[in-house]
């Protein structure tokens, strides 16, 4: 029972991580979208809602 709680906190611990990191590469993909208007009004985000989301840490 112990090693089956052990393997799904591993498992969430993981999937967590994940989902951070991701959130993070997205981030940095609108950082550098953040010069260009076109492609912004493409996805409906202002240059500065952009900067803003870019400057999040990874874990928020």
Do not use: Y
């Not at 991580?17 to 985000?45: F, K, T, Y």
């Amino acid at each position: 029972m112990h090693q089956e709680n052990w393997g799904a906190e591993l498992g969430q611990r993981s999937r967590r991580w994940c989902l951070r990191w991701a959130r993070h590469g997205h981030r940095q993909s609108l950082r550098d979208l953040a010069d260009n208007p076109h492609l912004l009004a493409d996805i409906g985000v202002t240059r500065e809602e952009a900067l803003q989301e870019a400057r999040k840490f990874f874990f928020e």
